[in-house]
């Protein structure tokens, strides 16, 4: 097993086609940086048009015979990926730490484990694949059919690599499509690995590529007629544009996107978890998740005590080089993100809110070179303050202060998104009403942030369209078909 470190340089990354590396024919390439030192990791090829419609050509060879292969096929080739990944836990989640920022605390217990949780879960499913069957008289029946799509392409956000990666192949293999993958160019590399494991599981060349680069490689992918659907996670801006691209060859289009969620703490919680809730929703991945919870309620009665509880449990937070088991706030993914988070923060420090704790970069003259950024809280914020509205995506958390339920329902619903929102109070019938009043794809009630791949994930109003997870993405991934049959002579009409 080859562990990568923090300091280590990889040959330039090619695209991964028909089941081998090939080299991309656009002859450019980009740089991958690693967030904790700004230095190059490696070059990236890029794919140009040629290369598209190399890996769509491809594609189509292999959906032609992966989806004549008997689903118990299928569920066994994903099983096999599944276990590769966990015999290489390590492997894995060292290459993500390098590329995306994420401490190992993190990658070794999280992204990999989750990425074959999610196979494993699918892998499941694939037996259970089936269509309807309608009697509509003694001598006419229909059936239903399931039918893959085709080619899927999936557009993947930087911030949880493989994990996107994994939530968009294995869905779509499952019901025989084939994939075409482009990560996001800040954090290119697990899914070539990914890609290097399906075929040692024995999936056919063709039927898993990856594709490299910016957002015009994503913008050939969207418009290209050979490719059926789009599943997309990215910015709320990206995904219009991809809706846009899509829309004349009239794609199935799936949008993951951003989000600013609201967390409700009543006054009758348990305390405790409430409080590890606020932390945990805020600040794992330093905040670069997309259910963050950021907008934080409190009740008027705990309100003081959440504050002052909050403070020193932030500056016992260990940030550092995400490499050391110890670190549990890794840096931001690149230099210009980290301004951006930086922005909002002097923002929010001019603003009329109460700064209680961080937001600034780190003393150690070791994390100089890296994009850290110590968590953030202000408190006494007011909906209306900007960096209260928008995604920030980074450390920085929001406290308010609210009296009364009918008030803060319409407080944590008064934003354009709707992915996530959470709930802690003791009082059993308040938190299903709140729940459901929350406008909102997940809420949790008295907890945050865990997500099994049984349960549909996604957003509504402008969080997102579709679902990724659960039995709701099999819908996303086929087509259905109608054979009408009928059993007697068609009688004359005319
Ligand atoms: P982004 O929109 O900048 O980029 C996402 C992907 O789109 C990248 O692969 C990029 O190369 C590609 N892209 C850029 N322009 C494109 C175009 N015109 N056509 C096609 N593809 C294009 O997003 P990001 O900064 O990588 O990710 C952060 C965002 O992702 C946040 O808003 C976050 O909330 C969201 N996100 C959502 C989920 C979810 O499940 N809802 C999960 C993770 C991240």
Known sequence: MKLVNAHTTLPTQRLYIDGEYVDATSGETFQTINPATNRVICDVQQAGDEDVDRAVITARKGFLHWSRTPPVERSRTLMRVASILRERNLEFAYLETLDTDRPLSETT???????????EYYAGVAQTLRGDHYDLAPDNFAIVRREPLGVCAGIGAWNYSLGIAVMKAAPALVCGNSMIFKPAELSPLTALKLAEVFTEAGLPPGVFNVVQGDGRTGQLLSRHPGISKISFTGEGGTGRKVMVDAAPT????TL??????????????DFDSAMNAALVGNFFSAGELCCTGTRVFVERPIYDRFVAGLGPRVTAMRVGDPFDMETQVGPLISKAHMEKVLGYIEMASASAATHVVGGRRPDSPELQDGNYVTPAIFCDCADDMQFVRDEIFGPVMSVMVFDEENEVLRRANDTVYGLAGGVFTSDFAR???VAIALEAGTVWINGYGSGPPSLPFGGVKQSGLGRENGLATLDAYTQTKTINASMSAMERYY
């Open 250 to 253: 009239l794609k199935h289009v």
């Open 431 to 433: 938190a299903h009403r």
């Open 109 to 119: 217990t999280d992204d990999v484990i989750y990425a074959s949780r999610i196979l």
């Open 256 to 269: 993951e996107l951003g989000g600013k969620s609201p967390l409700i703490v009543f006054a009758d919680a």
